[in-house]
C-alpha cells in the first residue's frame, strides 16, 4: 500500500460490530484520515515502520479513532478498561504518571498507551518499551487532532446500541452474543482477541485443505464458540464475559449473570433421558450429571435411544446449562467409554464445578499439596528456570489427575 494513499470506508468498519456505514461513520473516517496525516512526519512513519507496515498503520489509526469516538459517544469501552484496572491496581493506567489525568476524557496518557498497547500486541517479533520517545511524540501529533475535534464531534448513537442489553434478558444467546461483539468486533480487543481467532480460523481452513476434510465450516464454528468462552485478553487477562459485565455496569442487573457465567464443558456425554424442560446427560469420564435446557437444542428428534454417545459443549446461564457450540452422536461403545473415562483432560473439564463448594474444596488442596509434594522431593517449593514453568505445571495436572484416578479404581474395586 503506497504512503499517499487513504484510509476508506471498509478498513474504518472492520473494528465495528456492524457493516453498513452511518453518516456518522462518514465524520469518524474523515478524522481517521486526519489522524494518519499526523502521524505521517518522516520521524514518525520511519520509527513505525520499524514495527509495522503501512496496512497495519491504517489499523492503528482507526483503532486509535475508535478510542476517540467511544469517548464521544459514551460506549463505555475504554473506560471499563479505566474502572477495571483502577480496582485492580490502583491507578488508571499503567507506566505513565497520571496527576493531570481526567477520566472520561480524552488523554495524553491514554494514547501513549493505546499506541504501546497496539504495536506489541500486533508485533510478535519486538518489545516496544511504553517509554520510547516516538511513542510519546506520536501520541502529541494524535491529541492535536483530537484536542480540536472533541467539542464538535457528533456521538454514535448507533454503536452505543450493539453494547447494551435488556435488564431482563435471559436468552444465553442473545448474551454470548455480545461477548462475541466485545471479543471479536470491538476495537480495544481488535488487535489482540480478534487476530488471535483469524489465526485458528486459518490454520483450520489450511489444515482442511491438507487433509482432504470437508468439515472445517463446522470446525470454525466450534472454534469461534470455545475460543468466546475460554479466550482471555492481553488487556488485564480477563474473558469476554468478565469484559461484558464491567461494560455494562454494576447497577445492570445482567452484569452479575455475566460474573457467574461458567466456562464450556464440552466433551461426549451418555443420553439418559428426558422430561418435559431438560435433557439428561452424564459425562462419561466424570460420571458427572447434567440438565440441558431443552428449549436451547434443536436436536432433541435424534436422541431416542438411552445412552447413546454424544458429543456437545454446555454452558451454565442464570442457573440453567444450554447448549453451545456443535452436537453429534453415535451408538453406545464400551471401548470408547472406557477410554473416554481414563482422559485426564476430560476429568479435569469439569473440576471447576466443585472449586466454590466448601467440602470439596479441603479434600482437593489437600491432594494437590500431597501429589505436588510427590514429584518435588517432598518440598513445597519448586525453582527452576523460566521456560521450564509450563511443562511443570502441565506435569503435576497430569500426576494429580492420575492420582485421582487411581483413587477412583480402588473404590470400584473395594465396591465389587
Known sequence: MKIED????????????????????????KLCNNVKKAMMSPVSLIALLQYVDMREIHILCCFLTSYFEDLISETNIWDAFVRKHTK???????????????????????????????????????????????????????????????????????????????????????????????????????????????????????DAKYNNTYNEAALIKENRDTTTHTIHTCLLSLKGSEWASEILGNDHPISEHYKEITTKVVGLFLYKGQDEHYVRLEHIASGRHFNLLKYSFDELAKLIEIDTIVYIGLVRWRNDWW??????????????????????????????????????????????????????????IAFMPAN?????????????????????????????
Open 88 to 206: 485492580m491496581y490502583g491507578n488508571q493506567l499503567p507506566f505513565y504518571d497520571l496527576e493531570d489525568y481526567y477520566e472520561e476524557e480524552i488523554n495524553h496518557q491514554d494514547a501513549c498507551f493505546l499506541i504501546w498497547y497496539f504495536l506489541n500486541t500486533v508485533n510478535e517479533d519486538k518489545i516496544i518499551s511504553p517509554f520510547n520517545e516516538f511513542i510519546t511524540l506520536l501520541a502529541e501529533e494524535v491529541m492535536q487532532v483530537f484536542e480540536e475535534a472533541w467539542d464538535y464531534a457528533p456521538e454514535n448513537s448507533q454503536l452505543k446500541t450493539y453494547y447494551q442489553l435488556d435488564e431482563d434478558e435471559e436468552n444465553f444467546y442473545v448474551a454470548r452474543n455480545l461477548v462475541e461483539k466485545i471479543l471479536f468486533e470491538t476495537y480495544l480487543f481488535y488487535p489482540d482477541t480478534y487476530f488471535r481467532l483469524l489465526d485458528t480460523e486459518i490454520e483450520i481452513i489450511e
Open 323 to 380: 447448549f453451545s457450540g456443535i452436537y453429534f452422536q453415535e451408538e453406545y461403545n464400551d471401548d470408547l467409554i472406557q477410554s473416554e473415562k481414563k482422559s485426564l483432560d476430560q476429568m479435569a473439564m469439569v473440576n471447576f464445578l466443585d472449586q466454590n463448594r466448601e467440602e470439596c474444596v479441603a479434600p482437593i488442596i489437600e491432594n494437590q499439596h500431597r501429589v505436588f509434594k510427590e514429584m518435588n522431593n517432598d518440598s513445597i
Open 6 to 29: 487513504r484510509i476508506y470506508i471498509k478498513e474504518w468498519l472492520s473494528l465495528k460490530p456492524y457493516e453498513i456505514h452511518t453518516t456518522v461513520d462518514t465524520y469518524y473516517l
Open 388 to 416: 521450564e514453568i509450563d511443562s511443570f505445571i502441565k506435569r503435576f495436572y497430569n500426576q494429580y489427575n492420575l492420582a485421582i484416578l487411581a483413587d477412583q479404581e480402588k473404590k470400584e474395586q473395594i465396591k465389587n
